[in-house]
C-alpha cells in the first residue's frame, strides 16, 4: 500500500492546517468589454482532513469558484491562500507549484482513450520526477487496485464501464497524495449505486492520506459523506 510519507510535496501547509483560506472573494468574468460579477465577498476556509459538499443550483458559481481554489483561473479581487500562498496576482510558477499539490476529478473524467487505465493514472505521478518508471507503474498499480480495478489495469476506457472511468479518475488525483482533492459533479453521469461507490472509495482513500476534499454536487443522495455542507446562491456563500 502506498504511504503518505513516499511523497513530499514543495509546499508546506500552515501550522493551522488551513489548507484554503478565503476572505473576501468577488470574480469578474469579463467579455466584450463588459464585466459580471459572477462571485460575491466569498469568506471560506477549508481544513486539513475535512470533506466538504458545495451545493447551490447551476449558474450560481460553484465551478468558477472550485477552478479559483485549484488555480486553474485566477481572480484580482480580495485574499485566496492556498496552502498557505497567496494566489491573487501570483505569478504562473507559483500557480503550477500549486496545481501540483492537488488532485481533480470532474464530471467528465477526461481519461485519455488511446492509454489503458494504468497509464492514465501513471501520467499523475510523473509529474514527480523522483520516481523511475517502473515505481511509477507500480505506485498507478496499487492505486488502482485500492479502487477495485486491480483486474483491469490494462484495459482501454472504451472497454471500461462508467463508474469504473471514474474509478480509474479517482486514482489518477490520489495516486500523488495530494493535499486538496477538488471534485466537480463526480456521480452525475453515474447510477445510484455507482456513484455512491465511488464518493465511499474516495472519501476512504482521500482521509487515509489526511487530505481535504470538496465535492461540488447536485446530488442529495451523497450529502452524509460529508462534514460540513456549504451553498451558493447567485454567487452568494449562504
Known amino acids: 500500500m502506498i504511504t503518505l510519507t513516499e511523497i ?132 498507478s498499480i496499487e492505486m488502482l487496485t485500492a479502487v477495485g480495478l486491480g483486474d483491469r489495469v490494462d484495459y482501454y476506457p472504451d472497454n471500461l464501464s462508467g463508474g469504473q472511468k471514474q474509478r480509474v479518475a479517482i486514482a489518477r488525483a490520489l495516486v500523488s497524495h495530494p493535499k486538496l482533492v477538488l471534485a466537480d459533479e463526480p456521480t452525475a453521469a453515474l447510477d445510484s449505486k455507482s456513484g455512491r461507490d465511488v464518493v465511499e472509495i474516495m472519501q476512504k482513500l482521500a482521509k487515509e492520506q489526511g487530505c481535504t476534499i470538496l465535492i461540488v454536487t447536485h446530488d442529495d443522495r451523497i450529502l452524509d459523506v460529508a462534514e460540513r455542507i456549504i451553498e451558493l446562491e447567485d454567487g452568494h456563500l449562504i
Open 8 to 139: 513530499s510535496n514543495d509546499i508546506s501547509l500552515l501550522d493551522n492546517d488551513k489548507v484554503v483560506e478565503i476572505e473576501h472573494l468577488d470574480f469578474y468574468y469579463s467579455n466584450n468589454n463588459i464585466k459580471k460579477q459572477t462571485l460575491f465577498d466569498i469568506n471560506l476556509t477549508l481544513k486539513k482532513g475535512e470533506v466538504l459538499i458545495m451545493k447551490g443550483p447551476s449558474g450560481s458559481g460553484k465551478t468558477t469558484l472550485l477552478t479559483l481554489m485549484g488555480a486553474l483561473r485566477t481572480a484580482s479581487h480580495g485574499s485566496l491562500k492556498v496552502f498557505g500562498k497567496q494566489l491573487i496576482h501570483a505569478n504562473n510558477n507559483l500557480l503550477i507549484q500549486t496545481r501540483r499539490n492537488i488532485g481533480y476529478i470532474f464530471q467528465a473524467h477526461n481519461l485519455l482513450k488511446s492509454l489503458t487505465a494504468r497509464q492514465n493514472v501513471q501520467m499523475s505521478i510523473e509529474l514527480h520526477s523522483q520516481y523511475s518508471p517502473k515505481e511509477a507503474k507500480e505506485k
